[in-house]
């Protein structure tokens, strides 16, 4: 008899193929308030739960008396109640290599994006306003040889600080719990308080997860610290940055702009500033979204899974202590 096993995430077809050759599957797109009652009842029997986002906490667990393994494809897991996870013994896999380079990517996608001004331009060539010049009012700032400030140096800062580094001759500051010698050794960086960061960088570059201790880090006062030119990135997790601050500071000109890709509340409310606010750049939440990402994500998912399953957890567990009992 296969385990029984809840699927919340579209897996591609040949993964598919691989859970069904281990698994008995009862198979969700998400975990949503609509579909919530199906997902608690199939999980009476569930010893392993695969999928990424929606709200894995006491309550759902309540309903999974068989639960033995949860395996997410993403990096971030501020959507899991860990705490209770572990209590239960059970181990939560997350996916913190595959995406690396691509959330990088992104986030320079963003810093150039919003110093350029690309998407305001873009939509103006596209409303037919183009003139022969392109006058002082289309202008925007350049980033190369200015200072970027990573707030988070973990692999994604990281690699954030190689393509500023090399890409753009960019002196770095970064603001992180501990030391990075590679960061420093590799492309100069130099690790500095948050303020000195907020107040010297042209670029801040929030890549920080959801804790307690970086709920609002980035509020009003961190942003009056910051340049009147300088540009705030965000790419890690929505409620690091207060964002009705964030909105007083676009408007007022405290800062130049924003680039986002999460929000507090996601999907981004269709009432909200941050949608008509000429400098900002707002991303749904893609950091990780290219073909080849997201589907190293989800194999990497599937194979902690079913690593779990077979009570061999190689790697990537969220909650170690629980594999030692
Ligand atoms: C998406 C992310 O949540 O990995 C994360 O933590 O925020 C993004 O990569 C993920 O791609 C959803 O599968």
Known sequence: MKPSIVVYKK????????????FAITQFDDITEENRAQVLDALQNAEGLLGS???????????????RAVSTSSVGYDNFDVAELTRREIPLMHTPTALTDTVADTVMALVLATARRVVNL????????????????????????????????????????????????????YNARSQHTEA????????????????KSDFVCVLLPMTKETFHLIGKEQLAKMKSSAVLVSAGRGPVIDEPALIEALKDGTIYG????????????????????????????????????????????VDNLIAALNGDVKQFCVNPEVLRK
């Open 11 to 22: 897996q591609p077809a040949d993964l598919q193929q691989r859970l069904e050759q281990h």
């Open 53 to 67: 986002g929606g709200r894995v906490d006491k309550d759902l667990l309540d309903h999974a008396p068989r639960l």
């Open 122 to 173: 873009a939509e103006r060539v596209k409303a037919g306003e183009w003139t022969q010049n392109v006058g002082p009012d289309w202008f925007g700032i350049d980033v190369h040889h200015k200072t970027m400030g990573i707030v988070g140096m973990g692999r994604i800062g990281l690699a954030l600080a190689q393509r500023a580094h090399f890409g753009f001759d960019m002196p770095i500051l």
């Open 184 to 199: 420093e050794e590799r492309f100069g960086a130099r690790k500095c308080e948050l303020d000195e960061l907020l107040e």
């Open 258 to 301: 924003a680039g986002m890709d999460v929000f507090e509340k996601e999907p981004l409310p269709k009432g909200s500033p941050l949608l008509s606010l000429p400098n900002v750049v707002a991303l749904p939440h893609v950091g990780s979204a290219t073909h080849q990402t997201r589907y190293d994500m989800a194999a990497c998912a």
